[in-house]
């Protein structure tokens, strides 16, 4: 009843707002380009809302993890629960599994993979991203499953016809951090290449945390707009020591210490993408075709209980997506139909000492449409379906066990009806509804057993989780401000979780999510851009039974209820820019406390960064400090009770930056 109150209380104030809008410019500038019907649109031809991120804004921002400043978006979170730099990302509120319920994508391609594990992040150069698409509540028409929460869209630059440029970064800081970067294009009138890597290197701020990480990314085009063709390569390896938790006591004795000093995950990999975009027909007709291929090795060492535990896995991926984009008309209405075919094979090989060695592929075969009829100037109308066979079976062979190996064959779906109308160019309401799905990683479905323990390895199927997803936003723009308000929630079936209590992968009884978003950015003099959000979260159990247990109405741990960020980009004069965020996460359960019976919850915290950065001609100096006022906190925690309560990864206090940057170009 009280959230009915809230949601009724926040309906009422946008009637309020929208009786004294104005006439203002379009919300959107016709210069911005998204991808979010895997074809370049401008924003407002999509009836769904999407936030992009440009390559100027992540510039003027100073920050150098990609988790980090997406954590500055509405309903985004960002969890380290590994001590890696490629942090989990969790769009509206999945808690533990939040990576695998938003969908991350590199140039309209999968980098999330079929394994529990975060999207490679560190592997994108930072000088290389033009932009980022974020779609929140979307994407499952289009690109499949794990798209629940949304989809997240790194676009990265391509070279410009004509033009010739360079740039080097160099910066060095706090835990004997080094970040070096270097990057530059050539093009002529008809064929151009871009080359952006980086070396990135620290200590961090726990014992046994060091990384060296390398990154390289090359684009080679034409300049054809009827028949182009891009070949996109890129390679990226990583050396990581792993620190471990820390125990409540151990918080408050040495938060920096580790009680894993041996452990390690060392991986490498690449990909290459072809893609070719034809115009057909009179050219009214386009035709795009993605050819891609990448590869990741991973070897570790891990110690617990005890037990020492080494391997090492290697995952190869080939994907082939052609999609073809219609413009018709119906009954008067200009419409434009996307037509495509997805299809991928997914190769995994482990070796392990326990012993085990285990073989998986799973196979996706998918077809998907969308139509979007435009039914009047301003007002979009959006219909879109996928149908998706996937095969999958997993199996090791070094057990003789019926239960070590097995095969799940489905055939899935998904769905999205979605509407945008503008007013008069100062205001837009969208509103959708779907289905969406999410089948089960193999970390989820297979476990490797203890032979120490004399437990076998075993292969386990889970049903697909499903949702049925609703949403309705609406944004404004008045005086200097743009402001945008979202109210979401999903039904869940199905959802795919670790059972601590059990210590097993298991579907869940039915759940909730819901919230509000709510977004705001000011030009407040030709100068100064200053920005504010608040995201309310809320996951439930919806009904049913949990360990014997009615989790009726039960908190679902890891989704904190309140977070905000404000935030200033302010120009001092014409060579000198200061740019400021703070960042508020609210309390919320600790994990594996599905029962909520643990008796507190995460501490809630905030957090600071300052920059400023000076420009001499084409040299940039910066300096930042991140976590400014020394706040000790964590992202995640499980609850563990006595005597250790709960295990956490500790976050970094404060650390500072200093950096130089040389651009030159046409």
């Known amino acids: 009843m009280k959230k009915r109150r809230t949601y009724a209380l926040l309906a009422g104030l946008l009637v309020s707002e929208s009786a004294h809008v104005q006439e203002m410019p379009d919300l959107v500038a016709d210069e911005v380009v998204v991808t979010t019907s895997r074809f370049e649109e401008k924003p407002g031809d999509q009836p769904i809302g999407v936030t992009v991120i440009t390559a100027e804004e992540i510039r003027i921002s100073g920050e150098t993890s990609l988790p980090r400043l997406l954590a500055r978006q509405p309903g985004v979170f960002v969890r380290d629960n590994s001590g890696s730099p490629d942090m989990q990302v969790d769009l509206r509120g999945f808690g533990a599994t939040g990576d695998q319920n938003t969908l991350v994508l590199l140039d309209g391609r999968r980098l999330s993979e079929y394994e529990l594990t975060a999207a490679r992040w560190s592997a994108i150069p930072i000088e290389s991203i033009d932009r980022i698409e974020i779609v929140r509540g979307s994407g499952a028409v289009l690109y499949g499953g794990g798209a629940t929460g949304g989809v997240i869209n790194v676009i990265t630059k391509g070279p410009d016809r004509g033009i010739k440029s360079f740039n080097a970064y160099a910066g060095g800081g706090s835990y004997n951090t080094r970040d070096y970067r270097v990057g530059g294009q050539i093009a002529g009138a008809s064929v151009g290449l871009e080359l952006n890597g980086g070396h990135y290197a620290s200590d961090n701020y726990r014992e046994n945390n060091r990384v060296d990480q390398n990154n390289f990314v090359a684009d080679l085009r034409n300049f054809d707009p009827d028949h182009s063709l891009n070949l996109k390569l890129g390679y990226d390896k990583q050396d990581l020591r792993l620190p471990g938790t820390r125990t409540e006591a151990e918080l408050d004795s040495d938060r920096r210490g580790t009680r894993t000093p041996a452990d390690f995950s060392n991986r490498h990999g690449g990909f290459a993408n072809l893609s070719g975009k034809f115009g057909l027909g009179d050219g009214d007709m386009e035709l795009v075709t993605d050819l891609g291929y990448r590869e990741k090795k991973n070897d570790f060492h891990a110690a617990f209980s005890g037990l020492s535990l080494d391997g090492s896995t290697k995952v190869e991926t080939w994907s082939f997506s052609p999609r073809l984009k219609i413009p018709h008309s119906a009954l008067g209405v200009n419409n434009s139909l996307v037509f495509g075919v997805d299809w991928e094979d997914w190769d995994y090989t482990s070796t392990r000492t326990n012993p085990a060695s285990a073989t998986a592929q799973q196979r996706n075969s998918a077809v998907y449409l969308q139509n979007v009829a435009t039914l009047a100037p301003g007002t979009t109308l959006s219909l879109g379906g996928r149908l998706q066979r996937i095969e999958f079976d997993a199996n090791d062979s070094t057990a003789a066990a019926d239960g070590a190996s097995?095969?799940?064959?489905?055939?899935?779906?998904?769905?999205?009806?979605?509407?945008?109308?503008?007013?008069?160019?100062?205001?837009?309401?969208?509103?959708?509804?779907?289905?969406?799905?999410?089948?089960?990683?193999?970390?989820?479905?297979?476990?490797?057993?203890?032979?120490?323990?004399?437990?076998p390895p075993s292969v386990g199927f889970l049903e697909p989780q499903t949702s049925h997803d609703a949403e309705v936003g609406f944004e404004t723009q008045f005086g200097p401000g743009r402001y945008r308000i979202a109210v979401h929630y999903s039904a869940l079936k199905n959802?795919?979780?670790?059972?601590?209590?059990?210590?097993?992968?298991?579907?869940?009884?039915?759940?909730?999510?819901?919230?509000?978003?709510?977004?705001?950015?000011?030009?407040?003099?030709t100068s100064a851009l200053l920005f504010a959000n608040y995201t309310y979260a809320d996951a439930r159990f919806r009904s049913g039974v949990l360990g014997g247990v009615d989790v009726s109405g039960n908190r679902i741990p890891l989704v904190p209820r309140h977070m905000a960020n404000v935030g200033i980009d302010w120009s001092i004069g014409e060579r000198t820019r200061l740019n400021a965020a703070a960042n508020y996460v609210g309390s919320q359960l600790y994990d594996g406390d599905e029962l909520n019976t643990f008796g507190s919850e995460m501490p809630a915290y905030w957090t600071a960064d300052l920059g400023v950065f000076h420009t001499i001609e084409k040299w940039t100096f910066g300096a930042s400090v991140k976590n400014l006022f020394d706040e000790e906190y964590y992202t995640y925690a499980l609850a563990t009770g006595p005597p250790s309560n709960f295990i956490a990864y500790p976050a970094p206090e404060r650390n500072f930056l200093v950096s130089v940057q040389y651009r030159f170009g046409d």
Do not use: C, M
């Open 406 to 455: 097995g095969e799940q064959n489905r055939t899935v779906s998904a769905y999205e009806v979605s509407a945008r109308h503008q007013f008069n160019g100062a205001a837009a309401l969208y509103g959708k509804y779907g289905y969406s799905f999410r089948v089960a990683t193999l970390d989820e479905v297979y476990s490797p057993g203890l032979g120490a323990f004399f437990i």
């Open 495 to 525: 959802e795919i979780h670790f059972d601590s209590n059990a210590f097993a992968n298991v579907n869940l009884p039915p759940t909730d999510r819901s919230g509000v978003e709510l977004e705001s950015k000011w030009t407040l003099t």
